[in-house]
């Protein structure tokens, strides 16, 4: 999720040249320094790519931006462990994708369920929830209900791959697989999907911006400062 101008980004009305957006470790240093509201940047920036790796793993809208909320929260607690060695997009990525499998993990326990996230030879068709139709128009039922039937590790991949823009060796980092079994699973992703799309683009799926991107800000930054 990403906000609509870069303006609301430096919280300043003034556009010159001069006024470019800070880069992460900026932000962070500035953070970590006491300007604890400039957190509010790194939110905006990264909103979009943390909720939908979180549905990715999760398959519920309300549950993947809980999970997202509570890896900012990590994140802002922990940011002064931030050294760099990393990009800081994949450092804080990562904690979203930590948080989203721990709560699938705990999800599990308490229901008993179980599954073979590879055990899947074709894409089963699905009617898409109350949630989903809020933004059916931008996305499409049967893109959705296509990607929501991948198998757990195929959808991963795909979401971070295609929707979310990262290259092969990111994503094998993120998700910790060998680039190998990331371009396999990337593959027969495409191919289940291929099997019910035509002419979808999926850059507009699972979408997090507008009011639900400024109510998890707030929500974020009001627990910060509790």
């Keep these: 999720m990403q906000s609509a101008s870069t303006d609301s980004e430096l919280a300043s009305p003034v556009t010159s040249p001069a006024a470019v957006s800070p880069t992460d470790e900026e ?4 953070v970590c320094a006491g300007d604890t509201q400039t957190f509010e940047i790194l939110m905006r920036r990264y909103n979009q790519r943390l909720f939908r790796v979180a549905r990715a793993i999760l398959q519920n809208d309300a549950d993947a931006e809980d999970a997202v909320q509570q890896a900012y929260l990590n994140a802002y607690r922990h940011l002064a462990q931030f050294e760099g060695r990393a990009k800081f997009s994949t450092w804080l990525t990562r904690i979203a994708v930590y948080e989203a ?59 971070l791959r295609e929707v979310d823009g990262l290259n092969t060796a ?17 593959h027969r992703a495409k191919g289940l999907l291929q099997r019910k799309l035509h002419d979808v683009t999926p850059s507009t799926a699972f979408r997090f911006d507008g009011e639900r991107c400024d109510r998890l800000v707030v929500a974020v930054m009001n627990l910060t400062h509790s």
């Design 101 to 159: 499998l721990s709560r699938r993990r705990r999800s599990r326990d308490k229901s008993g369920a179980t599954g073979d996230e590879e055990h899947v030879t074709h894409v089963a068709s699905a009617t898409p929830d109350p949630e989903r139709q809020a933004y059916v128009v931008q996305l499409g039922a049967l893109l959705e209900a296509a990607l929501a039937a991948l198998p757990d590790g195929y959808r991963r991949v795909f979401m």
């Design 27 to 30: 932000v962070v240093a500035r």
């Design 170 to 186: 990111e994503t094998a980092q993120q998700l910790r697989l060998s680039e190998g079994t990331v371009k396999t699973r990337l």
